[in-house]
């Protein structure tokens, strides 16, 4: 009798352990749904993309300079908002603003994952009640953000890194969420609400083609200025790497979610 109850004790448990590693295999290969905002062509995913395509998820996109049709809440898991030139305020120019705003609103209601790039992260801001508005400095270039949130994964061993930078605009904090860094010319970097929405001002994402479409259509904002950078300087590769690294760091622990 003692053998029997031992045997179907190691049986039952068996089943549980592969019952436990069967459902954490289906979570681990679980294909996220991920619907990106694009608003120009020539601000792209970069390394984002690689990422969606080493794991194997799906990506759909809305071009908003080509159509202004916005999928069904339902049709995405993740959410990714890039950058651009126009203001968030500009919506008399460009009247799909307030579309946005809206669908970008209900993807927070419904607890979406949500990344916010530049202008991604001044949507967002301005989503959650923050004003958006013209920071005292331009800042164009790579400059380094220095961390404030000790438990940050935008910073796993180092207090300030070198990240690339193009805006004009900043935002106030939003409520109830966490800033996470801050650079000389500019406090509000990036935060996080709650668990799994981000705002990044800087640009993570960039590749060395993506780095030459932005100083191609913005060449006119490249003056002389504190943090406005040469278009030389703006093309050294150098900070690449470590760039792409925290995106995909980041994008790890958003999947992990």
């Not at 679980?30 to 194997?56: D, P, S, Y």
């Not at 083609?209 to 100083?215: D, G, N, T």
């Not at 040469?230 to 994008?251: A, G, Q």
Request: net charge neutral; glycine share 4%.
């Amino acid at each position: 009798m003692t053998v029997f109850i031992l045997l179907r004790w190691k049986a039952v448990n068996r089943n549980q352990i592969l019952n436990l590693c069967t459902s954490q295999k289906s979570k681990k290969m679980k294909k996220i749904r991920i619907h990106c905002l694009q608003h120009v062509a020539f601000e792209n995913l970069g390394c984002i993309e690689n990422w969606v395509i080493e794991k194997g998820h799906q990506l759909t996109y809305t071009k908003l300079f080509e159509t202004t049709i916005f999928p069904e809440i339902s049709d995405f898991d993740w959410l990714i908002i890039l950058g651009g030139p126009m203001s968030i305020n500009d919506s008399e120019n460009f009247k799909w603003l307030i579309d946005e705003k809206n669908f970008i609103s209900k993807a927070i209601v419904e607890d979406k994952t949500i990344l916010g790039i530049c202008l991604g992260s001044q949507l967002i801001a301005s989503v959650l009640g923050s004003k958006v508005y013209a920071n005292k400095e331009k800042e164009i270039g790579w400059f380094p953000i220095s961390k404030v949130e000790n438990k940050n994964i935008l910073f796993t061993g180092e207090d300030s890194y070198p990240v690339f930078h193009w805006h004009g605009e900043t935002f106030d904090l939003p409520k109830d969420a966490v800033l996470l860094a801050r650079s000389e010319a500019c406090k509000n970097q990036a935060f996080q609400y709650k668990e799994t929405i981000f705002g990044l001002q800087f640009h993570l994402e960039v590749s060395r083609e993506s780095l030459i479409k932005m100083v191609n259509f913005g060449k006119e904002e490249i003056v002389d200025s504190p943090y406005i950078q040469s278009s030389k300087e703006i093309l050294d590769e150098r900070f690449l790497d470590i760039n792409n690294r925290k995106m995909h760091e980041l994008l790890n622990y958003l999947e992990s979610k």
